[in-house]
């Protein structure tokens, strides 16, 4: 297949171009290979203040990764956090006796990090230390094990024990993030669907191929990806397991087959098909290949997801005239419009409280992510660029990443969902497009 052009919302929903709506297909020139670089480019005003210590290590031990470092990063990445430059601090404690927090008080620090990284077998064991500066107290104190190459994930892990003991909120530094990324023109051309931890390390091919690939979703224990495929020269919908590499076929059916959606519990699989002449929304059991039509109308349905709950499913649908969200039961029924502000609402999904949903919404002739409250309808742009497409949810729901483009190319970008802690991701060369946040990975 040739090398096609960029997705544009305005094609949506227009029969001929349909599959473009459902993934779109970006192609750029340069490595597939290269890990994702990230920029924070806002925080929250009332950011707090916190020093993280660099680690300390036994005599003669080189960890492979600067602990406190990873640490601070995915704090500050949040926007909730602003972290002490090392250059700036007053002394380098690592242990408990050695910790004075008026030291800290005087740099106006609220919460203070310390740890330790030893070797433990044929790993390490990390330990470490919160503090509140103000109230002078301990906050929490615990180790993690880890391998060597698990180390950056211990890192994360540490970082989200500390965000949640802050914020009360569970962290996501130690989630993943699937996204395609794309390299050469035409014969040459390679799409490839990558898996990478949160902050774009320990980048993963799940699969590469010279057509295209498009919309990644996960399956909510985080083991498995549901996308679409052209590598037989038409779409058809793949799983494929992560630890493995293994992948089932779940639908080749003549026509369109996009849009996969896991059900909350794994076991359905919400699609849009065209096998019976019109883009309609259906639901395939995973477990008995029991295939169900949910929708039934002349316009163009597509782009399923579901309520966290699984009882309801929002889509996108023309049938009012534009592209507009629309909620249905999960069994099947009657189907409600819920956007109403502007010509163009599509590519919803759910925050993971089911309170509101993140969406692509036209504003000003630009195309923006916009937060829709349910109770009141409202939509509030967390994005400004003039093509933003593909957001989709923290699993704790802070923050959301989104497609857009940036110098003329497709990178990731991450706004939070109070209006700080923006992100951008991109790759040296190349173009990344269609990001998907994983569930929550125990």
């Given at each position: 297949?040739s090398?096609?052009?960029?997705?544009?919302?305005r094609?949506?929903?227009?029969?001929?171009?349909?599959?473009v709506?459902?993934?779109?297909?970006?192609?750029?020139?340069g490595?597939?290979?290269a890990?994702?670089?990230i920029?924070?480019?806002?925080?929250?005003e009332?950011?707090?203040?916190i020093?993280?210590?660099?680690?300390?290590?036994?005599?003669?031990?080189?960890?492979?990764?600067?602990?406190?470092?990873?640490?601070?990063?995915?704090?500050?990445?949040?926007?909730?956090?602003r972290?002490?430059?090392?250059?700036?601090m007053?002394?380098?404690?690592?242990?408990?006796?050695?910790?004075?927090?008026?030291?800290?008080?005087?740099?106006?620090?609220?919460?203070l990090?310390?740890?330790?990284?030893?070797p433990e077998?044929?790993?390490?064991?990390?330990?470490?230390t919160?503090?509140?500066?103000?109230?002078?107290?301990?906050?929490?104190?615990?180790?993690?094990?880890s391998?060597a190459?698990?180390?950056?994930?211990?890192?994360?892990?540490?970082?989200?024990?500390?965000?949640?003991q802050?914020?009360?909120?569970?962290?996501?530094?130690?989630?993943?993030i699937?996204?395609?990324?794309?390299?050469?023109?035409?014969?040459s051309?390679?799409?490839?669907?990558?898996?990478a931890?949160?902050?774009?390390a320990?980048?993963q091919?799940?699969?590469?191929?010279?057509?295209?690939i498009?919309?990644?979703?996960?399956?909510?224990?985080?083991?498995?990806?549901?996308?679409?495929?052209?590598?037989?020269?038409?779409?058809?919908?793949?799983?494929?397991?992560?630890?493995?590499?293994?992948?089932?076929?779940?639908a080749?059916?003549?026509?369109i087959?996009?849009?996969?959606?896991?059900?909350?519990?794994?076991r359905k699989?919400?699609?849009t098909?065209?096998?019976?002449?019109?883009?309609?929304?259906?639901v395939?059991?995973?477990?008995?290949?029991?295939?169900?039509?949910?929708t039934?109308?002349?316009?163009?349905?597509?782009?399923?997801?579901?309520?966290?709950?699984?009882?309801?499913?929002?889509?996108?649908s023309?049938?009012?005239?534009?592209?507009?969200?629309?909620?249905m039961?999960?069994?099947?029924?009657?189907a409600?419009?819920?956007?109403?502000?502007?010509?163009y609402?599509a590519?919803?999904?759910y925050?993971?409280?089911?309170?509101?949903i993140?969406?692509?919404t036209r504003?000003?002739?630009?195309?923006?992510?916009g937060l829709?409250?349910?109770?009141?309808?409202f939509?509030?742009?967390?994005?400004?660029?003039?093509?933003?497409e593909?957001?989709s949810?923290?699993?704790n729901?802070?923050?959301?990443?989104?497609?857009?483009?940036?110098?003329?190319?497709?990178?990731?970008?991450?706004?939070?969902?109070?209006?700080?802690?923006?992100?951008?991701?991109?790759?040296?060369?190349?173009?990344?497009?269609e990001?998907?946040?994983?569930?929550?990975?125990?």
């Amino acid at each position: 297949m040739s090398r096609q052009p960029r997705c544009h919302p305005r094609v949506a929903l227009r029969l001929d171009l349909l599959m473009v709506l459902l993934c779109g297909l970006c192609c750029g020139v340069g490595s597939a290979q290269a890990r994702l670089n990230i920029e924070v480019t806002g925080g929250v005003e009332a950011a707090q203040p916190i020093a993280i210590v660099p680690f300390g290590v036994s005599d003669g031990l080189i960890p492979p990764v600067d602990v406190a470092s990873v640490i601070a990063s995915d704090l500050a990445r949040t926007g909730r956090f602003r972290a002490l430059p090392t250059r700036d601090m007053l002394a380098m404690p690592s242990r408990h006796d050695d910790v004075d927090l008026r030291d800290w008080s005087l740099l106006g620090m609220n919460n203070l990090v310390i740890g330790r990284v030893e070797p433990e077998g044929a790993g390490f064991k990390v330990e470490f230390t919160l503090y509140d500066v103000f109230r002078g107290q301990q906050l929490a104190s615990s180790s993690v094990t880890s391998t060597a190459p698990g180390l950056r994930n211990a890192a994360h892990r540490i970082a989200d024990i500390i965000y949640e003991q802050l914020t009360g909120q569970r962290g996501v530094a130690a989630t993943r993030i699937a996204y395609v990324t794309s390299s050469g023109e035409g014969e040459s051309q390679t799409v490839t669907l990558r898996v990478a931890d949160a902050d774009g390390a320990n980048p993963q091919t799940i699969v590469s191929s010279g057509e295209p690939i498009m919309s990644p979703a996960w399956s909510p224990d985080g083991r498995r990806l549901a996308y679409v495929s052209f590598e037989n020269k038409r779409p058809a919908i793949y799983i494929q397991e992560l630890a493995t590499g293994r992948r089932d076929l779940v639908a080749s059916h003549p026509g369109i087959n996009g849009s996969p959606a896991f059900s909350p519990d794994g076991r359905k699989l919400a699609m849009t098909l065209s096998k019976d002449g019109n883009p309609e929304i259906y639901v395939l059991n995973l477990l008995t290949r029991e295939l169900v039509r949910l929708t039934d109308h002349f316009a163009i349905d597509t782009e399923p997801a579901w309520s966290p709950d699984g009882r309801e499913i929002i889509f996108t649908s023309d049938r009012g005239g534009s592209p507009q969200i629309y909620r249905m039961s999960a069994d099947g029924g009657p189907a409600q419009r819920i956007s109403f502000e502007g010509d163009y609402n599509a590519r919803a999904s759910y925050a993971p409280d089911g309170r509101s949903i993140v969406l692509v919404t036209r504003a000003g002739g630009r195309f923006r992510i916009g937060l829709m409250d349910l109770d009141s309808g409202f939509t509030r742009l967390l994005s400004n660029g003039s093509l933003d497409e593909s957001p989709s949810f923290a699993p704790n729901g802070s923050m959301v990443i989104y497609a857009t483009i940036q110098g003329g190319r497709g990178i990731l970008a991450v706004s939070s969902i109070d209006g700080g802690g923006n992100q951008r991701l991109s790759q040296d060369t190349g173009e990344v497009r269609e990001p998907a946040w994983s569930p929550f990975i125990n």
